[in-house]
């Protein structure tokens, strides 16, 4: 089991719903990060948060709002998404985002499958 | 160039082989590096990570790295079925706002019986 946890496991939604993905992690990391991953690709990162303050955003569309409530939690409001936007979305956490990850591998949770009809 | 280069395979093994995967990356500023495997329909599990020149083991698992060469592996010695996964190469990138780890698009190792 891993020590990240993500809400729901799988989610159907249709284009016009706002739904929103959780995020848990008690390990005292602080620092989380959103991925989107599509069948036989690698993780696309698309949002981190380093001290519950947004330190990168990949260019990520509007129609994804990331929250960082506190250090232990992360969400990931979803509104108006589109059929493409199907994909496993992976949260994840490490101790910290500094200058030098030395010893601050990703944790990642089991991920929310994620269709949108 | 891609940030992190690996052969998506399948790379084939029969039970008991070495299993040999290899990554190479572009940044050379990268320090930190980690293998994570991932089966079909989870999430990436990390088996290894090394920063520092040469090999680095743990239990059935070497991870090689030669900064020099920006060339980092993975062996896996006396290989299982249960080894059967896509392997992910990741790579730390200092962006100047924070490190991002950068994934290679993974090899899929088959370990047959």
């Known amino acids: 089991d891993t020590e990240v946890t993500q809400t729901p496991k799988h989610l159907v939604m249709g284009m016009t719903n706002k739904k929103s993905l959780k995020c848990e992690q008690h390990?005292?990391?602080?620092?989380m990060y959103w991925y989107k991953q599509k069948a036989k690709k690698p993780p696309e990162l698309m949002f981190v948060?380093?001290?519950?303050?947004?330190?990168i955003n990949e260019s990520v569309p509007s129609r994804f709002s990331p929250e960082c409530p506190n250090s232990s939690l992360l969400n990931l409001h979803l509104h108006a998404l589109q059929p493409e936007d199907s994909a496993l979305y992976l949260c994840?956490?490490?101790?910290?985002?500094?200058?030098?990850?030395?010893?601050?591998?990703?944790?990642f949770g089991n991920g929310t499958r994620l269709t949108v009809t | 160039q891609k940030e992190v280069e690996q052969n998506s395979g399948p790379l084939s093994v029969p039970e008991g082989a070495i299993a040999s995967l290899n990554c190479t990356y572009s940044?050379?500023?990268?320090?930190?590096f980690f293998w994570y495997r991932q089966y079909s329909g989870k999430s990436p599990e990390l088996i290894m990570s090394?920063?520092?020149?040469g090999d680095k083991e743990d239990g059935r698992f070497t991870a090689q790295l030669n900064k020099a060469s920006q060339y980092v592996s993975l062996l896996i010695r006396d290989s299982q079925p249960s080894d059967s996964a896509t392997y992910l190469c990741?790579?730390?990138?200092?962006?100047?706002?924070?490190?991002?780890?950068?994934f290679g698009t993974g090899t899929q190792l088959k370990v047959e019986l």
């Open positions: 994840a956490s490490s101790q910290d985002q500094g200058r030098s990850s030395y010893n601050s591998p990703l944790h």
């Open positions: 390990m005292g990391h602080r620092a």
């Open positions: 948060y380093s001290y519950e303050k947004l330190s």
């Open positions: 940044d050379r500023g990268s320090q930190s």
């Open positions: 090394i920063y520092s020149n």
């Open positions: 990741a790579v730390d990138i200092d962006t100047g706002g924070g490190n991002k780890l950068t």
